[in-house]
């Protein structure tokens, strides 16, 4: 088999998009997303609707993503896919999907495990942007994950931390919530906290030893504090609005910063690298580039729509298990709590 023109296909299907991509060698051809919209107004992912809805999007996610790369389907020489961790119903739809047409083309099927897909999508070749050398830190922070990683190669990895309950897009979802902005919050979050007050008001952090993370403290403290102040004054919420979400931002980001540097502390480990959809916070991506000055780091972000859920990074290590001839069988399961 040629591993020197080598075309795959990614599909990702673990929470609520449906993904598909195409790689050549290291680079994207396409990058196709379907993001559910109905949970919005659920306030969450409803895992019912959302392995329904993968059934709809999937065909037209993955002719869009060939189309897209200007490719057939007779040009692949595999299919990855995400085999999890993630919701069962919607990683069974994925996992179907790609064995039968691996199965159809008669070519290699390759799992992904989606959490080491977050932390390879820094070797997806992009303009501009450097690749982490081995050993790193990856953290990875999103509505789903909330982990630190240390990386001594592509598939030498261990969690080295990680959340005890809430991820941290849960924290900034739940709060959100309870300030009554719309499903997900922390976009708005984010863009509120730039006008306000970091530290108009001031919530404890979690006391929680060595790496690992809790969120639902600090949820459970904002709400307490926003039922006293609205008891108060009716109008506290909307009054104070930007600065509450500023305090809040600060609080997470010191969390997540607290035990970045203890993790660095630890290893000696001064590359440090994040992903997932809370990687777009500006606060976060600040507090890392003052790092870099500070503490002598070197930090990675990878491309926003490499970072969220994506199949390009589903293909990504598709391709790179694929140069390792690494396969799986077509008895493969999807795997709901897949560990790293
Ligand atoms: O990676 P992602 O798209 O999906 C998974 O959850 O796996 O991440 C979505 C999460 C949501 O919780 C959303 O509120 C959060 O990422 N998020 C942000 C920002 N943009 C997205 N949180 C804080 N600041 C942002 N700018
Ligand atoms: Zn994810």
Do not use: R, T
């Given at each position: 088999m040629s591993k020197q023109n080598v075309y795959i296909l990614g599909i990702e299907s673990s929470c609520d998009d449906t993904a598909a991509a195409v790689i050549h060698n290291g680079k994207i051809l396409s990058n196709m997303i379907a993001s559910q919209k109905i949970h919005e107004m659920y306030g969450g992912v409803v895992p019912e609707l959302a392995s329904r809805a993968h059934q709809q999007n999937i065909v037209p996610v993955v002719a869009q993503a060939l189309a897209k790369a200007n490719i057939?389907?007779?040009?692949?020489q595999a299919i990855a896919f995400t085999r999890g961790p993630g919701l069962m119903g919607s990683l069974l739809v994925g996992t179907s999907f790609a064995k039968s047409i691996a199965y159809g083309l008669n070519i290699p099927l390759i799992d992904v495990n989606h959490m080491q897909a977050h932390i390879l999508?820094?070797?997806?070749?992009?303009?501009g942007l450097n690749k982490p050398p081995f050993p790193f830190l990856a953290m990875t922070i999103s509505g789903g994950h909330t982990q630190i990683v240390k990386v001594e190669n592509y598939f030498d990895m261990k969690v080295i931390g990680e959340t005890i309950d809430d991820a941290v897009g849960e924290a900034f979802d739940k709060s959100g919530k309870i300030l009554g902005?719309?499903?997900?919050a922390g976009p708005e979050i984010d863009r509120r906290a730039a006008l306000g007050s970091p530290k108009a008001f001031k919530f404890t952090k979690p006391k929680v030893d060595g790496l690992n993370f809790s969120f639902s403290g600090l949820k459970t403290a904002i709400l307490y504090f926003i039922q006293k102040e609205t008891k108060a004054n009716k109008n506290f919420i909307e009054e104070n609005l930007n600065d509450i979400c500023a305090s809040i931002q600060y609080t997470i980001i010191g969390i997540l910063m607290d035990k970045l540097k203890l993790a660095s502390k630890q290893t000696g480990i001064k590359h440090i690298a994040i992903g997932g959809?809370?990687?777009?916070n500006s606060g976060i991506r600040q507090a890392l580039k003052d790092s870099e000055q500070k503490f002598g780091w070197t930090s990675y972000v990878p491309k926003f729509e490499f970072t969220t859920d994506n199949a390009a990074m589903i293909a990504m290590v598709g391709y790179l298990k694929f140069l390792e001839s690494d396969f799986s069988e077509q008895n493969v399961t999807a795997s709901a709590r897949l560990k790293i």
């Open positions: 057939s389907k007779d040009q692949l999508a820094h070797f997806i070749d992009e303009e902005l719309g499903y997900p959809g809370v990687s777009a």
